[in-house]
């Protein structure tokens, strides 16, 4: 095992041995994760190019292991997933998210939007909606302020069943945004037949902004296409000016990234944008 920047700890070791037994160790560990407290959200502000306002944020899982530090989202969601976990957990951080959402909401941010990923999993499990409209209940949280980001792949797994669930999302008024676009290999014609109301352009091709001239292409045609299917667009990953000019330059509506912010805590959130004092 490895430690990688910023403190997050990934796996890595070239012996299967080694990788087996992590992944169990893992695998337990998770289960006691959501019991013990070690699970929290932390908050990405997302914001409006055209106002440079904050908007809402996008709801990140971290896990604090007792002993191994804070690990990636991208080690243990695909861990939670196969072992089914992933259902609770998931409805622990809507939980949180609308929660927290609510709590703003009341502080007199009331346009303020709160995406939450969903995994393949829940897309897949039948009472996902039923799950949601009672969490919203629950917390009070308003079903508009709530985002679901889909990714790609997960839509495309099985796209009619995902079609009908995340129809009937949208019907109780809950934004839906595609994630990670362009990672996948459907087509946005294709994707228009899903209730999307914003496509997220996949990190990897804002990276190649300024100098790769094939990223800049795909990512100002993606803009002009979502634009045309009156899908809002937001660049994810957004972590230079240069970026940040070409993006809004080309009709981008909305950035996410460490140019503008990091993912942090609900406090840090509030002290960076004031909401208590928001009137
Ligand atoms: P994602 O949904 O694409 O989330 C965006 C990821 O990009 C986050 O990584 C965020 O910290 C990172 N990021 C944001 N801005 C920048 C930037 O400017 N530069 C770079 N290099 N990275 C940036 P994070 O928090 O490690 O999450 C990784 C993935 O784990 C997420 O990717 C998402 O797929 C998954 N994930 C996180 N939380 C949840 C959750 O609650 N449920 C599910 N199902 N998946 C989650
Ligand atoms: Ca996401
Ligand atoms: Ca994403
Ligand atoms: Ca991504």
């Known amino acids: 095992a490895k430690e990688q920047g910023r403190g997050v700890y990934r796996f890595f070791s070239p012996d299967l041995d080694d990788r087996v037994h992590a992944r169990l160790q893992l695998e337990n560990d998770l289960r006691s994760a959501m019991d013990n407290n070690q699970l929290y959200l932390h908050y990405q502000p997302l914001m409006d190019l055209a106002s440079g306002e904050c908007i809402g944020t996008e709801a990140l ?33 809507l939980r949180t998210a609308c929660t927290q959402a609510k709590k703003w909401f009341d502080a007199g941010k009331s346009n303020f939007r709160m ?32 985002e679901l980001e889909v990714t790609e792949s997960s839509a495309m797994q099985n796209p009619e069943q995902a079609i009908v669930i995340l129809n009937s999302l949208h019907e109780m008024g809950i934004c839906l945004a595609l994630d990670d676009y362009g990672t996948g290999y459907s087509s946005l014609a294709y994707l228009k037949r899903f209730p999307f109301d914003r ?34 667009v937001l660049a994810e990953g957004v972590e230079t000016q240069a970026q940040c000019d070409f993006l809004k330059l080309h009709g981008c509506d909305e950035i996410q990234g460490y140019l503008y912010a990091k993912p942090m805590s609900s406090e840090d959130v509030e002290k960076r944008f004031d909401y208590k004092n928001y009137s």
């Open 115 to 146: 995406a939450v990923n969903l995994s393949r999993r829940q897309l897949d499990y039948d009472g996902l909606a039923i799950d949601v409209k009672r969490i919203l209940e629950e917390t009070q949280c308003p079903a508009n302020l709530l």
């Open 199 to 232: 496509l997220k352009i996949d990190r990897s091709f804002i990276d190649g902004i300024p100098t790769d001239a094939d990223d800049m292409s795909i990512v100002q045609t993606t803009i002009i296409l979502a634009r045309q299917l009156r899908l809002n």
């Open 61 to 93: 899982l971290r896990w604090s292991h007792p002993e191994l530090g804070i690990i990636s989202p991208v080690d243990f969601i695909p861990v939670a997933e196969e072992t089914g976990l992933i259902l609770p957990i998931g409805n622990w951080v």
